[in-house]
């Protein structure tokens, strides 16, 4: 016999008498784990309360209007057995990512590929081409939960303009990304009716028959490819962009890597150059705080990070993953290490949580491992810059009168120009390479 489970109202900040605006289920409806059941509203915000289980609604203990307080029975459902987990979809980038803000809450800010922080109400919110600037009363008033506001705040669409598909009008983050695709499809400026990003319109690029010039095939974008490019495209075009090479000298670094790599193997840790890299721009993040920083959204003030969280790129099978490593600052060469290797491989695998993704303040992007020299990467906006590492190679150094071979890292620091100076930018990738050439001293 089935066995009737009850679907609790979880912590949602507020404890006492949240108002039931909607109640989604009826007796006899059959649900799915993560499904809607009802929606509720603080004075903050409102939110989606989800099943924890499969299975068929024996009764529903609320009604719209009532109001509900914290671990109190909301439905109750005969769990289906049968119910088998949904299979892990990949994870998506952060800006997908973000979780439900509770109500109060606020996201972290300094997400992922790019994701800005949730602003206040009243705070301009960034506007991506041919996406017109946020009305914030109809966006206030619009019907949608907080991950879709989260998310319609993340990619600048005022969910005021945007028309919902679901039960009464209510937006999906679906409704929010075909906002957004039709937007872009007309061009920039379109929505706007008026020019794009900073009064600039720019030629539409014509739809070309390539099959007129031989066989194609045409292959479908991965979700998580078509959301990191358009983060990738948003920060490209939001930050004005400078790039700054640099070749460290890493002989030294290398030699002390090899002489702690095989004790860390042993510990099931690959010690790469990745985590002492993380370590080297810790320091010079605190010798240059401007670069551990974002604008805020008038641009005029720049919010420091006291807190040292390390975007990583991985490179996956669906498309670019930026997670992060948190409180670097506090952390071992062996932890970093692992670390990464265990987001690199939850990424690979889609098994990385909204929380992984959220709250860099900077991130590297290291194609070491697979070679090339030097390139420029693009900055995870809202962060104002991020390193390129590529392979490092041994090269004849001219030292005290002749030439000594050295192993030489290219490093590229992409840095938004709004916010760092070039000659700040060089100071630092000079005090990065030197931080490395260091690194013994400035660990032990
Ligand atoms: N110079 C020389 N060798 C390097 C190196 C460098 N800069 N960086 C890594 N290597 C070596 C490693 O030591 C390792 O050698 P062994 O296999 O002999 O031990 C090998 O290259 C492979 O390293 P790795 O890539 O597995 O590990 P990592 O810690 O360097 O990087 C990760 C981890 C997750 C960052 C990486 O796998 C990855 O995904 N990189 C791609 C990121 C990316 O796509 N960026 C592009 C963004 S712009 O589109």
Request: hydrophobic residues 40%.
């Amino acid at each position: 016999m089935a066995q009737i489970q009850d679907v609790l109202l979880p912590d949602i900040g507020d404890t006492e008498g949240v108002r039931v605006i909607e109640v989604l289920v009826h007796e006899g409806d059959t649900v799915a784990v993560d499904q809607s059941l009802l929606v509720l509203e603080s004075d903050k915000a409102s939110m989606e309360v989800p099943s924890t289980v499969a299975g068929t609604v024996v009764e529903v203990k609320v009604t719209t209007g009532g109001s509900v307080s914290e671990a109190m029975v909301l439905v109750r459902i005969a769990a289906d057995e049968s119910a088998k987990p949904e299979p892990v979809e990949p994870a998506p980038p952060a800006s997908e990512a973000a979780p439900p803000l509770a109500p109060g809450e606020r996201g972290p800010g300094g997400e992922g590929p790019a994701p800005p922080p949730a602003p206040e109400p009243g705070d301009p919110t960034p506007e991506p081409a041919g996406l017109p600037p946020i009305d914030e009363a109809a966006f206030a008033t619009s019907y949608a939960s907080p991950a879709v506001r989260h998310f319609a705040r993340e990619l600048g669409v005022d969910l005021g303009r945007v028309k919902g598909s679901g039960r009464k009008g209510r937006i999906s983050r679906e409704d929010v990304r075909e906002f957004v695709k039709q937007a872009l499809s007309r061009g920039p400026g379109s929505a706007t009716g008026g020019a794009g990003i900073g009064g600039f319109d720019w030629p539409q690029l014509p739809e070309i028959d390539f099959s007129k010039f031989g066989p194609i095939e045409r292959r479908p974008l991965h979700r998580i490819r078509k959301l990191s490019a358009a983060n990738l495209h948003r920060s490209w075009l939001h930050a004005p962009h400078v790039t700054q090479h640099e070749e460290a000298d890493v002989t030294d670094l290398e030699a002390f890597r090899k002489s702690l790599a095989a004790e860390a193997e042993r510990e099931g840790v690959k010690l790469t150059l990745l985590a002492f890299l993380v370590k080297a721009l810790v320091t010079s993040l605190r010798a240059y705080p401007e670069l551990n920083a974002s604008l805020d959204g008038k641009g005029e003030e720049l919010i420091l990070k006291k807190y040292f969280h390390v975007g990583i790129a991985v490179d996956t099978p669906n498309g670019l993953i930026v997670p992060v490593v948190r409180d670097a600052d506090q952390k071992g060469l062996k932890e970093i290490a692992r670390e990464i290797q265990d987001l690199a491989g939850r990424a690979r695998d889609g098994k990385l949580h909204p929380q992984d993704l959220q709250g860099a303040g900077f991130s590297i992007t290291s194609l070491g491992g697979i070679g090339g020299t030097f390139f420029t990467p693009i900055i995870n906006v809202p962060e104002v810059a991020i390193l390129g590492v590529s392979r490092a190679l041994t090269k004849p150094v001219w030292q005290d009168g002749h030439f000594v071979p050295r192993l030489l890292l290219p490093l590229s620091l992409s840095y938004d120009h709004r916010v760092v100076d070039g000659a700040m930018a060089a100071r630092f990738i000079v005090h990065l390479s030197g931080a490395l050439a260091e690194i013994r001293r400035l660990l032990l």
